[in-house]
């Protein structure tokens, strides 16, 4: 199997079911950015703080996959079989929070991204992973966007955030409370 086709030469590139759209449409802009963020989990998975949670991530990069695959289809044309999201999914992530926030300190203010590596990855991923929500929401105002995709978008940002501030704690890097200047 040849990786380059040449089809996308002028601009243009095909969904799963052959339609043809532009490459700046928003359902290229929504699955690129949600491919985008899966390589950023991949790098903080490659991060020797993240040993522990490396199982985790690679459930979060198949969902992603999951969610790519869904994005990247004609939800009119597609007759291929996407693999679905559950419910489930989205409650391994509120269970994951739950276990890391036992250890964490109360939040009493925003934290400034920062302080180790492996906490600012997890901060660009919390940030690309916002940015793929809205891209996917703007998609769901013209064409089919199953709801469970963007309650997983909005439910990974949150866990990439308790993941930095468990970073932070087991790295024992500082995190500076940002004090808004009055």
């Not at 290229?28 to 949670?53: C, F, K, M």
């Not at 009119?76 to 989205?90: A, G, N, Q, R, T």
């Not at 909005?154 to 704690?169: A, G, T």
Request: aromatic share 6%.
């Amino acid at each position: 199997m040849k990786i380059y086709t040449k089809t996308g030469d002028k601009g243009q590139t095909s969904l799963i079911g052959g339609t043809r759209v532009p490459k700046q449409h928003v359902r290229i802009e929504a699955y690129g950015t949600v491919d985008e963020l899966n390589s950023w989990i991949g790098l903080i998975r490659d991060q020797p703080a993240a040993a522990h949670s490396s199982k985790i991530l690679i459930e979060i990069q198949d969902r992603l996959f999951t969610i790519g695959s869904s994005l990247a289809a004609d939800p009119e044309k597609s007759k291929m079989k996407i693999p679905d999201l559950k419910e489930e999914d989205v409650l391994l992530l509120e269970q994951e929070m739950d276990k890391m926030n036992e250890s964490l300190p109360e939040m009493k203010s925003f934290v400034l991204p920062g302080g180790h590596t492996a906490v600012s990855y997890c901060h660009i991923a919390r940030c690309v992973c916002r940015r793929a929500e809205r891209a996917t929401l703007r998609l769901s105002e013209t064409g089919f966007v199953a709801d469970l995709v963007i309650k997983y978008l909005n439910r990974l940002s949150d866990y990439l955030f308790v993941l930095s501030r468990l970073f932070s704690q087991e790295l024992k890097a500082t995190e500076i409370p940002w004090k808004p200047r009055m």
